[in-house]
C-alpha cells in the first residue's frame, strides 16, 4: 500500500519558465491537500482538492498558480512563469475524509524541492 | 479569524533533559493534531487529540489537550537524540477551518 507518492523529488527550473508538480494519494484517498514550506519557515496551506473540485483554495496565490485533481490520475500543482522566490519545498498531503470530528490526520508525501535559478 | 502561537521557535537541549511545546489558539477548537517533522524530510503524522483534557501518550511523549480546548502541549521526557526535527501543530477550528504552528525546532546535544 504505497503512501502518498510526489514527483519529481527535486526540480529545477530557470525563471519563466513552468513548473509541474505531481502527487498521487493514497488508494482510498479522495481528498488531496497541497502546503508550500519556504527555508526555515513552517508549512503553509494552499489548496484543497477532491476529485475534480477544488474545495478551498484560499491559500493559493491569485497569479501564476493552478491545481487540479482529475477524476484519472494525479493531482497537478501548476505554477507559470516562475520567479525566485517560488523556490520552496511543496508537500502533498492526503486524507480518506475530511478533517473533522475524529479523524487520522494527514499522510505526507516527501514533496517536490522546486529550485528557480 | 484563528490564530496560532507555538513559541520559542528554537529550543535546544541536553540528552537525557525534558522539552515541553505548546500550541496555543484563540479559539476554541474542534480537534489538534501534531505533526513530527525530521531535517530534510516530510511531515508525519504522531497524534490527534479531540476531547477536552485528553491526554495520550506514546512512548516518552506525552500529548495533553487543554480543559477549554484552546491549548495543547507536547512533553517528551529524557530526550534523545532521534528526537531531533520540527514539531508542530495543526488546528481543526469549529468551523473545520485548519491552522498551522509554525513549529519549533528541537535540536538535542548528545
Known amino acids: 500500500n504505497a503512501g502518498v507518492m510526489q514527483n519529481p523529488r527535486h526540480l529545477v527550473r530557470r525563471r519563466g519558465q513552468e513548473a509541474r508538480l505531481r502527487c498521487s494519494p493514497m488508494?482510498?484517498?479522495?481528498?488531496v491537500y497541497w502546503y508550500r514550506q519556504l527555508p526555515e519557515e513552517g508549512l503553509k496551506f494552499m489548496v484543497y482538492?477532491?476529485?475534480?473540485?477544488?474545495?478551498?483554495e484560499s491559500g493559493m496565490p491569485k497569479e501564476r498558480f493552478s491545481a487540479e485533481f482529475p477524476k484519472e490520475g494525479p493531482s497537478i500543482l501548476r505554477i507559470q512563469q516562475v520567479v525566485r522566490g517560488d523556490s520552496a519545498a511543496y508537500f502533498c498531503a492526503s486524507s480518506p475524509t475530511r478533517p473533522e470530528g475524529r479523524w487520522h490526520g494527514y499522510t505526507f508525501g516527501s514533496g517536490t524541492r522546486l529550485t528557480v535559478v | 479569524g484563528q490564530q496560532v502561537m507555538q513559541i520559542p521557535q528554537y529550543q535546544h537541549v541536553q540528552e537525557g533533559e525534558d522539552f515541553t511545546t505548546y500550541c496555543n489558539s484563540s479559539t476554541t477548537l474542534s480537534n489538534i493534531q501534531w505533526y513530527k517533522q525530521r531535517p530534510g524530510g516530510h511531515p508525519v503524522f504522531l497524534i490527534q487529540?479531540?476531547?477536552?483534557?485528553e491526554v495520550k501518550k506514546q512512548k516518552r511523549l506525552t500529548f495533553q489537550f487543554g480543559e477549554a480546548k484552546k491549548n495543547s502541549s507536547l512533553h517528551i521526557t529524557a530526550t534523545q537524540t532521534t528526537d531531533v526535527g520540527t514539531y508542530f501543530c495543526i488546528l481543526t477550528g469549529a468551523n473545520s477551518k485548519l491552522t498551522f504552528g509554525k513549529g519549533i525546532t528541537l535540536s538535542v546535544r548528545p
Open positions: 482538492l477532491q476529485k475534480e473540485n477544488i474545495i478551498d
Open positions: 487529540l479531540v476531547k477536552s483534557g
Open positions: 488508494k482510498g484517498h479522495s481528498h
